[in-house]
């Protein structure tokens, strides 16, 4: 929303997150039982790609995934009637999310060159009837918060002078206030490609990708009380959440590194990182060389918040952005029906607090 970050800085912020909170404890239930669940990440994907192209907000897009979720967790769907809902849902969320003048309009989603590899053209008519059968099934309520709701309440004391960067005190408050950012959008976008995501509640999930971002950034202690006592969640309720974004990370970092350097080989300084569905320790973050974040250099991180891009596919290769955040271009391969990806979530590690 436009005014979004104007709320979360006014007098009523505190009584909005608590409304927030409050709307959270009686979202519908989500019980992950939909035939086509094998094609959840390609429409979460196209979601993505479409509210990029029109630069729709996050919670626009976030809300979006949830409709989606919400309606083929009750429905059988085919496939070709996904891409209807999946584009219905994000009309939807944008109306309910973006102002008017924002919303995407039928002759322009009628002509991106996804609807065409698709073989697919929304009419008029269709959508009025898709976003009818939607409202009725949310029974005409898209007061629903997501993570991205609350990530904006979180992000102003989520560093702090007072923080170390890898046992040291700050160099630049600044750029380290730019990276946590970064990060914390990477993410909110990683939490939108699984399901599994869905069992923890938004708050919790825009609180673990703040405490996410704090650990990549080695920045100590990693739960800081400040906030502990703004999101009300401690350490050990937001780890199993942090695992799942982690070792999300990790595989993110692996394929970067394996198109970057394609004989490892050659390199045997280069750092190894675990395999997405390996366990990962909180551990071996703090104890890797400072590779992720420099407060010497002024370049941006790069990270991918697609993951490798296997899960849209057309008949014809079509460059999209799928990072608007930082601006990497990736190519969507063929095939949809890609296995659901397994996660191991580890035993409990303390928070770690350097001195």
Partial sequence: MELEGQWWKGELAEDIYQALRYKELRLPAYKGQSPQLSLRRYFADLIAIVS????????????AVYLLDLF?????????QLHMVALSCLLLASKFEEREDCVPKLETLNSLGC???????????GLLHMELLLLETFQWNLYLPTAAHFIEYYLPVAVNETDLHDGWPMVCMEKTMLYMSKYADYFLEVSLQ???FLRFVPSLVAAACVASSRVILRLSPTWPPRLQRLSAYTWEQLLPCVERLLIAHDSDVKEANKQKCPQPSAQPAQMVYPVRGQSVSLHQYMQRPNTQYMQQSCQPVV???????TYLTHTAPMQVSTAPLHGLTQTMDAKVNVPSTAYQVNPLYPCFDRC
Wanted: charged share 20%; proline share 5%; net charge positive.
């Fill in 303 to 309: 990270v991918s918040s697609q993951g490798p891009a």
């Fill in 72 to 80: 083929m967790d009750r429905y059988d769907i085919s496939v070709q």
């Fill in 194 to 196: 699984d399901h599994a």
């Fill in 52 to 63: 990029n192209r029109f630069k729709l907000c996050p919670a626009a897009r976030h809300l």
């Fill in 115 to 125: 609807m065409s590899s698709m073989n697919l053209v929304l009419t008029k008519q």
